[in-house]
C-alpha cells in the first residue's frame, strides 16, 4: 500500500528566505507526482505536476524534483513571499487510475514579512 | 463557470441523523471523487466514479454511500452520523482523458456531536 510522508508538519521562514519541502513515497512505482496548494478554509489548488517520466518540473518561483528511485519529491520555492503562506500537500495516484490520490499529510508554510 | 460546487459548507449533526453533501461540477467531467480530510492526515479517498451509473470504493468507504445519476452530480450519504465522521469534506473531479488534472471543491466542514 502506498503511504506518502511529509517533514516537517510546519514550516516558518522569513521573507525572501527560500523554501524546501520534502515529500516521500514508499511505492516507486508512480505514474506521476502531484503538489497542491491549500489555503485556509479553501480547496486544493494543483500547483505542478511531474510526470515518472521527469527529473523536475518548473513554474515561475516553483520547482519540484523527482527522484523516483528513492522515492522523494522536493517543492523549492524561490525568494518566498507573505503570499505563499498555506499548506503544501503533495500526492501520487494509485497505479490504475490517475483520479484517485494517495495524499501526504501537508507542510504548513508561514512566511513572517 | 462554476468548477466544482459543494454545499452545504459547514454543517453540525447529532449522532445518529442522516444527511447528504451535494457536490455538482459544470465541466462535463467524467471523474468525480470524495475525499475527507482529518487534521494532520492530509485527504483519504471515500468513493470515487468514472461515470454516471459507475462507483466504487476508495480508502475510507465505511459509512457513507455514493450515487452518480449524472454527469454533473456526485452526492455523498452519511447514513447514520457518528463523531468520527467529523472532518472537512472535498469533492473533486476531472476528464477522462486528463485524469491527473483534479479541480477540487472548496469543501464542507462537518461536525458530529
Known amino acids: 500500500k502506498q503511504e506518502v510522508t511529509q517533514i516537517p508538519a510546519a514550516l516558518s521562514v522569513p521573507e525572501g528566505e527560500n523554501l524546501v519541502l520534502n515529500c516521500s513515497f514508499t511505492?516507486?512505482?508512480?505514474?506521476?507526482l502531484q503538489w497542491f496548494r491549500q489555503d485556509p478554509g479553501k480547496g486544493l489548488t494543483s500547483l505542478l505536476l511531474?510526470?515518472?517520466?521527469?527529473r523536475e518540473q518548473t513554474s515561475g518561483r516553483l520547482n519540484a524534483s523527482l527522484d523516483k528511485s528513492s522515492g522523494r519529491s522536493t517543492l523549492y520555492i524561490a525568494a518566498s513571499q507573505p503570499g505563499d503562506s498555506a499548506t503544501y500537500l503533495c500526492a501520487v495516484p494509485l497505479r490504475a487510475a490517475g483520479n484517485k490520490l494517495t495524499f501526504g499529510g501537508g507542510t504548513r508554510v508561514l512566511v513572517k514579512p | 463557470n462554476a468548477g466544482v460546487t459543494q454545499t452545504p459548507k459547514f454543517q453540525v449533526l447529532k449522532t445518529g441523523q442522516s444527511m447528504t453533501l451535494q457536490c455538482a461540477q459544470d465541466?462535463?467531467?467524467?471523474?468525480m471523487s470524495w475525499y475527507r480530510q482529518d487534521p494532520g492526515m492530509g485527504l483519504r479517498l471515500i468513493h470515487y466514479s468514472v461515470g454516471a451509473g459507475i462507483t466504487d470504493q476508495g480508502e475510507v468507504p465505511n459509512g457513507y454511500n455514493v450515487s452518480r445519476s449524472t454527469t454533473e452530480d456526485f452526492p455523498l450519504r452519511l447514513l447514520s452520523a457518528a463523531p468520527s465522521q467529523t472532518s472537512v469534506y472535498f469533492c473533486a473531479s476531472s476528464p477522462k482523458d486528463a485524469t491527473y488534472e483534479q479541480y477540487f471543491g472548496p469543501g464542507t466542514r462537518l461536525t458530529v456531536t
Open positions: 511505492d516507486s512505482a508512480i505514474y506521476n
Open positions: 465541466m462535463n467531467h467524467e471523474y
Open positions: 511531474i510526470q515518472s517520466s521527469q
